[in-house]
């Protein structure tokens, strides 16, 4: 399993930014990695993925346009970059990775088996 860590979150106003950035440690190569919200009373939902090795990536209708995912193999480390905040992005989010077998489509929760502990974003209108 590949260990994750989150961080970034925080509380900002509505029309804002924030970067979340998740530290990877462990063999990944061949991996998919995502990123998952969890709003309060709701089932957590996927937000981002990213091939690590061919860097492809989707993205879920709601934040299309606005967030942006990205890896960096030097730093071991998937980031997601979210513009233009509203208060329907407040959730706890969280990191995952799960091997690409081709069994799962890349925004399935049940393609992935590792995940980081969360970071909390709340977005104030």
């Known amino acids: 399993q590949v260990h994750l860590v989150e961080s970034g979150g925080g509380l900002v106003q509505a029309g804002d930014s924030l970067r979340l950035s998740c530290a990877a440690s462990?063999?990944?190569?061949?991996?998919?990695f995502a990123w998952f919200r969890q709003a309060p009373g709701k089932e957590r939902e996927f937000v981002a993925g990213?091939?690590?090795?061919?860097?492809?990536?989707q993205y879920a209708d709601s934040v299309k346009y606005r967030f942006t995912i990205s890896r960096d193999n030097g730093e071991n480390t998937v980031s997601l970059q979210m513009n233009n905040l509203n208060p329907e992005d407040t959730a706890v989010y969280y990191c995952?990775?799960?091997?690409?077998?081709?069994?799962?489509?890349?925004?399935?929760?049940?393609?992935?088996?590792?995940w980081g502990q969360g970071t909390p974003v709340t977005v104030s209108s």
């Open positions: 995952a990775a799960g091997w690409n077998s081709g069994v799962y489509h890349i925004r399935a929760r049940e393609g992935y088996d590792s």
């Open positions: 990213i091939r690590w090795n061919s860097g492809n990536t």
């Open positions: 462990g063999y990944y190569s061949g991996y998919n």
